[in-house]
């Protein structure tokens, strides 16, 4: 990629880019912003520097008097509290009273906010920029310059990851970058750091489940076709038991520690979705309340038939023909089907979808460029409660030329029938946002507007369900990675 050096200023433009865009988006509004007393997503995170930095292992994870679980108790993987300990002893050597035990909670300085979008930008930088620049590279290498370079700004300029890490306030780019150098891996025949690139994934985030089956299937699937099929499958096995058993040690030292984390990251008692998110769940309680219908193990047993109903086909055919290009597409078909279909899903979950959506830029650039917009807009009414509804129309401007440029750059053509299916479902999906902002909802239906978005996203992301379970059934079983196109 940087063999010469216009490429060279080409990757460093896109990536200062994309950097300026982050900071720009960082300036704006977070979740919870001055609203007292849970605050939003910035004071969990802040939060969670608290407690793991002042309190032993041993009691992060559980409800004590100096650990309320009831304000933003600790509910993500191991990975997750360590990095949170890494920048709260950061944050107490800058000043201890961001991460001062009971006393810091709400704590929203100026300093404190650089400090902790810092954070996250430089979590992006090394997680999930690297990863972005490695995949256009080692996956695409005897592709054009501008190929590569145009790539790679379509995937660092998703608008949903920018908007939720660096406005909402997450860390997505961790787990999400830690995923991607999985997928670059195992694509590049380095199995073994694959599985321990996606095992600290799944460590950072346990949403990355999402992505598991696929991971799963592709080396089992690349194991049984190799001359040792047990000796490989063993080897991917210790590999993945000894970093999940690194990175759990302190939490093994008896059964009700590691019993406690777990019920930490899966706290099945929330309930079957997180406010108006755009799944079949949410979009049939328009119609019938199955939570009034149905027990609460009902609901569990009818959401995790649905869920491996929906990934088993992808997953069988995956198993069958492994390839880069039929791995990449039932990551998109896993990610869409727990998404749709999973119990206890957020808004911002979809971001797991966007991911290999995104990859697929290469070979399907107008799908690509569909689905980053869906992808932002099925947030809107999370964005909106978070002050962030003007850059997400600007972001999602941006990103849409980049992808009309890149389109040029793949010299694809985009059919009238598809444009006008395009131009109708997006078109839609945008009418509802704008329409939240115009029109006052009767009293009788408040969340009119959030809800509408809601289900007409739902609708294209079932298409797009369908659209890749197409492509992945009739993709060829070659395996060079540049033979499949649109």
Known sequence: LFEHTPALYSAILVSVVAFTVRTCVSLHPYSGAGKPPLYGDFEAQ????????????SEWYFNTSRNNLEHWGLDYPPLTAYHSWLCGAISFQLDPHWVALETSRGHESYAHKLFMRRTVLVTDLLLYFTAVWAFVHVLFRTQPVTHKVGLAAVLLLQPGLILIDHGHFQYNCASLGLALWGIVAVSSHFDLLGSVAFSLALNFKQMELYHSVPFFCYLLGKALRSRSPTQKVTLLGITVVTTFGVLWLPFLADMETALQVLRRQFPFERGLYEDKVANVWCTVSVFVKL????????????????????????????LRNPTPYTFILALGNSSLAFFLFSFQVHEKSILLAALPLSLLAHWHPFASLWFGVLASFSMYPLLTRDRLALPCWALSLLFLMLSLAFLQIRQRRVSPHQKLLFAGCVGLLLATCSLSHLVTPPPKYPHLFPLATSVVSCVQLLGFLGYLHYLQFTAGDGKDIKTHNE
């Open 291 to 318: 939570q009034r219908l149905l027990s609460a193990a009902s609901v569990l047993r009818l959401t995790l038939f649905t869920t491996v109903a929906a990934i088993l086909p992808s997953s069988w055919a995956l």
């Open 46 to 57: 802040r939060h969670w520097m608290e407690i793991t930095y002042n309190l032993p292992i």
